[in-house]
């Protein structure tokens, strides 16, 4: 059963509702229950809850970062959302950090694009809860007051010295003014309020400062692509990922491979799904052939580790999931990559640059100017007997892997949702296998061969899954127990 009752999980109940929305954080679940308590869409309640993650929790995502989101309409088609910028067309070399590897923020952009096709609101409304809590203010937490003490080297190099987020105490009231007047201003005028005029010549100045070649043409050459997902058949259920530049295709490649290896016990099918994300991240520079990579079968050693390694360490990306009574459903990922992005900061609007440029590896995915590296964002939605699901969780490389267990426990070991989240979980890093203390298979897996590191439950590197669809007609959502994951309902 796909839903059981609403105490199914220890952890956090499934809810069902008018609208339905589970987001990184409490207040971007209460941003998106107010658009949809005021007849706002889906799309409406994601660009809230992701405006209110952007004034939050600025080490993971912002202003200055991209969105991808996967939406399925009230009529049943499904279409894909490209939030994510170019980098600079005099671009020849990307750097890891600094002024030089910053490509085009994409999320306002995305934000017009969602508001004018699918919203109901207007954009100002949208974004105002997020106004409100950057003009306020909002108290810093332990947590992030010792991100920004650990990356404050980087901050300061990149412009932010005089930032207040950097060194407010814990407990501090932080109030951030020209944040608050940028969203006002996006609100009001769209993408002209971003990518033209003072704060567009603030994100210019800012990079070249730190090295980098991005200019006022790049910004203004910027759109959001709209595209349909890449949309395969798995145990009978239709599968959307995100389309290139995204590697959700290699989601799709494991399980596509999970299908065709047959039925396994339960252990050994975590050992496989190990096997299988290892296999198919050797296809990450890749992934811009997009559905012809599901042809390529992934070799699985059933009885023992290949310890080939493929994914990496990497963090960060808030998650945003919504549905609505008029039956559409979002699943959203947005980030500016690393802590901070490239820390470039730009001081007249109150936020950091991504520095998605990184991403460029090998050819295929080389770097070149006015190019899209390889995104890590892997937002899904999975079609169900009975309506839909949208998932997304952040952790780079990680949210393959969890989905893929999340995916595995429901749809093919028959867990409720709940239940599926609230699960232990491993990941792979680097050919080891970090696995959740509480895992049943822990001591199994090693077994197999694998380089087991158990590590405490709930851990950050384990994702933080964000879960909202249809049920029979009705909205539902569920929100992972793990960081500050909600989910609400009106």
């Known amino acids: 059963m796909l839903i059981a009752d609403s105490f199914s999980s220890t952890r956090r109940p499934v809810l069902f509702g008018n609208g339905a929305v589970s987001a990184a954080h409490p207040l971007a679940v209460a941003a998106g229950q107010v658009m949809l308590a005021a007849g706002g869409s889906a799309a409406d309640a994601v660009i809230a809850g992701q405006a209110v993650m952007c004034v939050l929790t600025p080490d993971d995502c912002g202003l200055g970062g991209d969105a991808l989101c996967v939406i399925r309409l009230p009529d049943g088609n499904v279409t ?5 910028g170019a980098s600079p067309l005099h671009m020849v070399r990307a750097d890891d950090d600094g002024g030089n590897s910053v490509t085009v923020p ?21 974004l105002a809860p997020a106004v409100k809590i950057a003009h306020d203010g909002a108290r810093r937490g332990p947590r992030l007051a010792e991100t920004f003490q650990r990356y404050s080297g980087r901050l300061v ?17 932080v109030r951030q003014p020209e944040l ?9 005028l769209g993408r002209a309020a971003f990518y033209e005029g003072p704060i567009a010549e603030g994100i210019v100045e800012a990079v070249h400062l730190g090295g980098g070649v991005l200019d006022a043409a790049d910004l203004a050459l910027h759109g959001t692509v709209v595209a349909a997902p890449v949309t395969t058949t798995w145990r009978g259920r239709k599968v959307h990922v995100q389309p290139p530049v995204s590697q959700g295709v290699l989601l799709s490649m494991a399980l596509a491979g999970e299908e065709r290896l047959g039925p396994l016990e339960a252990r050994q099918r975590d050992h496989a799904c190990v096997e299988l994300t290892q296999s198919s991240f050797a296809y990450r520079d ?7 990579l599901l042809a390529v079968p992934l070799p699985v050693d059933l ?32 980030s500016v990559f690393d802590n901070f992005g490239s820390a470039i900061y730009v001081p007249a609007g109150g936020f950091t640059l991504n520095n998605r440029a990184a991403g460029f590896t090998s050819p295929p995915n080389e770097c070149a100017g006015g190019k899209r590296p390889v995104h890590t964002l892997a937002p899904v939605l999975i079609e169900t007997e009975h309506g839909c699901v949208a998932l997304a969780t952040p952790g780079a490389d990680g949210q393959i892997q969890t989905l893929l267990q999340l995916l595995s426990a429901i749809f093919v070991e028959g867990a409720d949702i709940a239940s599926a989240i609230a699960q232990p979980r491993w990941r792979n890093e680097n050919s080891r296998l970090l696995v959740e203390s509480a895992h049943p298979h822990l001591n199994g897996l090693a077994d ?6 158990p590590i405490e439950d709930g851990d950050p590197r384990f994702g933080a899954i ?3 669809g249809i049920e029979q007609g009705q909205p539902f959502c569920c929100a992972d127990w793990r960081r500050q994951t909600w989910a609400g309902v009106v």
């Open 157 to 173: 190099r990149g412009g932010a010295a005089a930032w207040p987020m950097l060194t407010a105490p814990v407990g501090s009231i």
């Open 448 to 453: 197999y061969g694998h380089d087991v590191i």
């Open 466 to 468: 964000v879960c909202a």
């Open 303 to 334: 009885d023992r580790a290949s310890r080939r390694g493929g994914p990496r360490a990497y963090l960060h990306t808030a998650g945003v999931a919504a549905s609505d009574a008029f039956g559409m459903t979002v699943s959203s990922l947005i």
């Open 106 to 126: 994409g999320i306002v952009d995305a934000w017009q694009t969602m508001s004018r096709q699918w919203g109901r609101l207007p954009l100002a409304t949208v």
């Open 286 to 292: 890749r992934v811009s052939e997009g559905a012809a």
């Open 80 to 84: 894909a959302v490209n939030g994510t």
């Open 180 to 188: 608050a007047a940028l969203l006002a201003d996006i609100g009001r």
